[in-house]
């Protein structure tokens, strides 16, 4: 079956830092991969997404790079506030990223520090 | 996008008895879904809810313990049934909307 792996937290970085936050999947065929972030009393909300083997999603200066040949997902920020503290999940669909389709990783908290 | 109230956001009840759920969307959608996480695990689909239909349960999950109603196209209910502590989790609504996936805040259930 499908699964999705990704670093445990909590990730604790200072501001301007630069992150990374592993995500390796397994699927057959070729899913869609997404990330979702959940900032703190709020829910769950789609922050990129890559539907295609080396296709880029970008948003709110995240990307991440859909690699087929290592299963990855790596989700990247050049820079990171305070305001990207939050938790993120990426997750993988095979069905076009419809919920019912949808297998999600365990989350990571990410904590930046000013 | 869509707007979703859930509530309640968090309750402590005690074993045996059963929690109601609401999820409230601010625009009329076909499909909503019910999820959980539990304690260091990853999100899982409990049910699918379309109005007018009876919901459909994912493998592991039965209606007797998670009933769900969804009586029109903007709100939806999911019980928790005679809860043990191992019903302690996190339980999500989400809808599907112009192609995208919205998520409420979620119900932090503890069991004790």
């Known amino acids: 079956g499908n699964s999705v792996t990704q670093m445990e937290g909590p990730v604790t970085l200072s501001e301007e830092a630069f992150l990374t936050i592993n995500c390796t999947y397994t699927?057959?065929?070729?899913?869609?991969l997404f990330w979702y972030v959940q900032y703190p009393g709020e829910g769950l909300q789609l922050l990129l997404k890559a539907t295609k083997a080396d296709d880029k999603g970008s948003n709110k200066g995240f990307e991440a790079t859909y690699r087929k040949e290592t299963t990855s997902f790596h989700l990247e920020k050049g820079s990171v506030q305070v305001s990207d503290s939050a938790v993120y999940f990426c997750?993988?669909?095979?069905?076009?990223?419809?919920?019912?389709?949808?297998?999600f990783g365990k989350g990571t908290h990410l904590i930046i520090q000013p | 996008s869509a707007v979703i109230s859930q509530k309640p956001s968090r309750d402590i009840c005690q074993r045996g008895t059963s929690l109601t759920i609401q999820c409230q969307v601010d625009?009329?959608?076909?499909?909503m879904f019910w999820y959980r996480q539990q304690p260091g695990q990853s999100l899982t689909l409990i049910a699918t809810a379309n109005q007018g239909s009876e919901a459909t349960y994912e493998s592991g999950f039965v209606i007797d313990k998670f009933p769900i109603s969804r009586p029109n196209l903007t709100f939806s209910t999911l019980t928790v049934s005679n809860m043990s502590p191992e019903d302690s989790s996190i339980y999500l609504c989400?809808?599907?909307?112009?192609?995208?996936?919205?998520f409420g805040s979620g119900t932090q259930l503890s069991v004790l």
């Open positions: 997750a993988l669909s095979d069905s076009g990223g419809g919920a019912d389709g949808l297998t």
């Open positions: 989400s809808v599907e909307a112009n192609e995208k996936l919205f």
């Open positions: 699927a057959t065929g070729y899913p869609s």
């Open positions: 625009s009329q959608v076909t499909m």
